[in-house]
């Protein structure tokens, strides 16, 4: 038998956890079993110079340049050529017209057929994988749709779509439950997101590095700064445990849509000790340095940075949500509180606390063992 000739499919290539756990799940798949391709239909983000040499990358035609870009977004910054292209896309999945669509698109954009063909993000990406010619779909699922329905305006669409697909994959076993649960499907499996391989080595590069030596708790979080990710209840729960005398450093790493109104609720309450860092392409050095990793997520699939923090001996102050009791499984590896403010403000003050155990944690995930090769070997049964 020949290599198997793999698809994936993803709507853009931006710093952020899907793009990042894609590259790693291309660089790690045996070469002597597959020859891998990726669509990007709207090819940008900063990732795409992280895919791996050997993987052809295919961009989508004109008609998916807005697929990864919200109305709303477009109105606002009065992009009308944008919008009018988001319309026409918007019309013909509310008619349904998208199946024909995507068959004739697909035809102008690739020019073989595969054994498998995965959906990298479930929405959008779906749809398309759904009405190709490949012989074998997979969907992805990447996020706790109990929580955040991303599908909610076209249920009747993606329910369709799903019926042609094979297999879905979620990262955390609460977003396979909460998968099936909205969309009534039965065939998935859990399999936690591949961390990146060269996580200790890049953690190990001091030069990368500008978190300070400091006398008080270094704390970190590394995230787009979007809506899901909460950043401004992480900077709430900052000031108030600074107000109520647990000095510390809060460094954030990052950059995206409320970049602007971060940095300036931070300026009106004159928050000196908050530093933002911007977007790293190794963020890994500083993460090692913290000596506590926030997360302040509304919601998640499986959160690939608290496996990566704990990879690199920080801790890790989460909020409840999917994967944190996957990932969160010893007093030595942090703290998971309630997905709300106040327990947000209560949790990083307790953290806060006691610098002593902070720095105990730190020298028992020395031990700390994510699995790897394993995963890899999971994606191989199902591939």
Same mark, same amino acid.
């Given at each position: 038998?020949?290599?198997?000739?793999?698809?994936?499919?993803?709507?853009?290539?931006?710093?952020?956890?899907?793009?990042?756990?894609?590259?790693?799940?291309?660089?790690?798949? $045996?070469?002597?079993?597959?020859?891998?391709?990726?669509?990007?239909?709207?090819? !940008?983000?900063?990732?795409?110079?992280?895919?791996?040499?050997?993987?052809?990358?295919?961009?989508?035609?004109?008609?998916?340049?807005?697929?990864?870009? @919200?109305?709303?977004?477009?109105?606002?910054?009065?992009? +009308?050529?944008?919008?009018?292209?988001?319309?026409?896309?918007?019309?013909?999945? /509310?008619?349904?017209?998208?199946?024909?669509?995507?068959?004739?698109?697909?035809?102008?954009?690739?020019? &073989?057929?595969?054994?498998?063909?995965?959906?990298? *993000?479930?929405?959008?990406?779906?749809?398309?994988?759904?009405?190709?010619?490949? &012989?074998?779909?997979?969907?992805?699922?990447?996020?706790?749709? @109990?929580? *955040?329905?991303?599908? =909610?305006?076209?249920?009747?669409?993606?329910?369709?779509?799903?019926?042609? %697909?094979?297999?879905?994959?979620?990262?955390?076993?609460?977003?396979?439950?909460?998968?099936?649960?909205?969309?009534?499907?039965?065939?998935? =499996?859990?399999?936690?997101?591949?961390?990146?391989?060269? %996580?200790? #080595?890049?953690?190990?590069?001091? #030069?990368?590095?500008?978190?300070?030596?400091?006398?008080?708790?270094?704390?970190?979080?590394?995230?787009?700064?979007?809506?899901?990710?909460?950043?401004?209840?992480?900077? %709430?729960?900052?000031?108030?445990?600074? !107000?109520?005398? +647990?000095?510390?450093?809060?460094?954030?790493?990052?950059?995206?849509?409320?970049?602007?109104?971060?940095?300036?609720?931070? #300026?009106?309450?004159?928050?000196?000790? =908050?530093?933002?860092?911007?977007?790293?392409?190794?963020?890994?050095?500083?993460? /090692?340095?913290?000596?506590?990793?926030?997360?302040? @997520?509304? +919601? !998640?699939?499986?959160?690939?940075?608290?496996?990566?923090?704990?990879?690199?001996?920080?801790?890790?102050?989460?909020?409840?949500?999917?994967?944190?009791?996957?990932?969160?499984?010893? $007093?030595?590896?942090?703290?998971?509180?309630?997905?709300?403010?106040?327990?947000?403000?209560?949790?990083?003050?307790?953290?806060?606390?006691?610098?002593?155990?902070?720095?105990?944690? &730190?020298?028992?995930?020395?031990?700390?063992?994510?699995?790897?090769?394993?995963? %890899? #070997?999971?994606?191989?049964?199902?591939?």
């Amino acid at each position: 038998m020949g290599k198997k000739k793999i698809l994936f499919v993803n709507d853009e290539m931006r710093m952020g956890g899907v793009a990042r756990v894609l590259n790693s799940l291309m660089r790690n798949l $045996p070469r002597d079993k597959y020859e891998i391709d990726l669509l990007v239909l709207h090819k !940008e983000g900063m990732l795409l110079n992280e895919v791996p040499n050997d993987v052809h990358v295919y961009e989508g035609s004109k008609f998916f340049e807005t697929v990864d870009l @919200s109305l709303d977004r477009l109105i606002k910054e009065k992009d +009308y050529p944008k919008i009018a292209s988001k319309l026409r896309l918007l019309f013909y999945m /509310k008619t349904g017209l998208i199946k024909k669509k995507i068959m004739e698109e697909r035809k102008r954009i690739l020019d &073989k057929q595969y054994d498998v063909e995965v959906a990298a *993000k479930e929405g959008f990406c779906t749809i398309f994988t759904a009405y190709g010619d490949s &012989k074998r779909k997979i969907n992805w699922v990447l996020t706790d749709y @109990s929580v *955040k329905n991303y599908s =909610v305006n076209h249920m009747s669409l993606v329910k369709q779509a799903l019926q042609q %697909i094979d297999l879905n994959i979620a990262d955390s076993k609460q977003a396979l439950v909460a998968y099936e649960t909205v969309f009534r499907v039965q065939n998935g =499996v859990t399999i936690h997101n591949l961390m990146e391989d060269s %996580i200790l #080595e890049k953690g190990n590069r001091k #030069e990368d590095c500008e978190i300070k030596d400091s006398d008080v708790p270094n704390v970190i979080t590394v995230a787009r700064f979007h809506p899901q990710k909460s950043i401004d209840r992480l900077l %709430i729960a900052s000031q108030n445990a600074k !107000e109520r005398g +647990y000095a510390h450093h809060l460094y954030l790493v990052g950059g995206g849509e409320l970049e602007s109104e971060l940095k300036e609720y931070a #300026e009106v309450y004159q928050m000196e000790h =908050v530093h933002f860092l911007g977007y790293k392409q190794n963020p890994y050095a500083d993460m /090692k340095k913290a000596d506590l990793f926030v997360l302040s @997520s509304l +919601y !998640e699939g499986f959160a690939t940075v608290v496996s990566e923090s704990l990879m690199l001996t920080t801790p890790v102050l989460t909020t409840r949500v999917s994967g944190c009791e996957e990932q969160i499984t010893s $007093p030595d590896y942090g703290w998971i509180v309630e997905n709300t403010q106040e327990a947000l403000n209560q949790g990083l003050i307790e953290a806060l606390s006691n610098p002593a155990r902070l720095k105990e944690q &730190k020298e028992a995930l020395k031990h700390h063992h994510y699995d790897n090769e394993a995963i %890899i #070997e999971e994606f191989v049964k199902v591939l």
